[in-house]
């Protein structure tokens, strides 16, 4: 079975760009969310998706949004980027809400210039 | 959730037990205590989780104290491979997917 898989695995933008990262979850999973990870902040909850709803947001500005498709895989997109939004964001999948186990993906790692 | 407190850093010889503590003194009665680990360049990886018995799986025992202010992680013969950032973290079960991640704790597995 296929694990969590993230596109890109990097990207390079400038600052003022959007960016839209890309999550597939395993086969059957219909949970996804995401997470930022800095060395400053550490591992930081961005939000949570089931069923194409938001279910559950983090602490983060507006600039930060996400969706979910029918067939459960997940884009967010980070706007107006700012050099602060350098990072590792991760998705993680799980077969439904509040499950006791989430697989995470190896992450997009994102540079703002 | 309730907060954690694990010590930053921890060195254990390869084949050696490796016992990683955690506190989390102001646990509710509903919080599952779960452990989550981070090679470099991945992405966490689930280890085991309970509510209040001591658990074990292929990858971990998990030792919960009785009053469950305390926890231990413990990998049995630790590997190289083991080298990892470990997260303990504490949730209420069925309440949706966020995880609250502290600093956690970088273990070293040493030859």
């Known amino acids: 079975k296929a694990g969590v898989t993230q596109t890109p695995r990097y990207l390079i933008k400038t600052r003022g760009q959007q960016v839209t990262l890309s999550c597939s979850p395993i086969s059957g999973h219909r949970s996804v969310s995401w997470y930022q990870q800095t060395p400053g902040q550490g591992l930081q909850f961005l939000f949570e998706?089931?069923?194409?709803?938001?279910?559950n947001k983090g602490n983060f500005p507006g600039r930060f949004s996400g969706r979910q498709f029918s067939n459960s895989r997940s884009e967010m997109n980070v706007s107006t980027l700012e050099l602060g939004d350098s990072a590792l964001y991760l998705c993680?999948?799980?077969?439904?809400?509040?499950?006791?186990?989430?697989?995470f993906g190896s992450g997009t790692q994102l540079s703002v210039l | 959730d309730a907060k954690t407190t694990q010590p930053p850093s921890m060195d254990c010889a390869e084949g050696r037990a490796a016992n990683l503590p955690c506190n989390h003194s102001?646990?509710?009665?509903?919080?599952?205590v779960y452990w989550y680990r981070q090679i470099h360049s991945q992405g966490p990886q689930y280890i085991i989780h309970g509510l209040k018995n001591n658990e074990t799986n292929e990858m971990a025992s998990l030792i919960i104290t009785e009053d469950r202010k305390s926890s231990t992680l413990i990998l049995p013969h630790a590997t190289l491979r083991d080298t990892a950032v470990y997260y303990c973290i504490v949730r209420v079960a069925y309440g949706g997917n966020k995880l609250v991640f502290g600093a956690g704790t970088i273990l070293r597995v040493k030859s």
């Open positions: 102001t646990i509710s009665g509903n919080e599952y």
């Open positions: 993680a999948s799980s077969l439904e809400e509040g499950a006791r186990k989430l697989f």
């Open positions: 998706y089931f069923s194409e709803t938001q279910r």
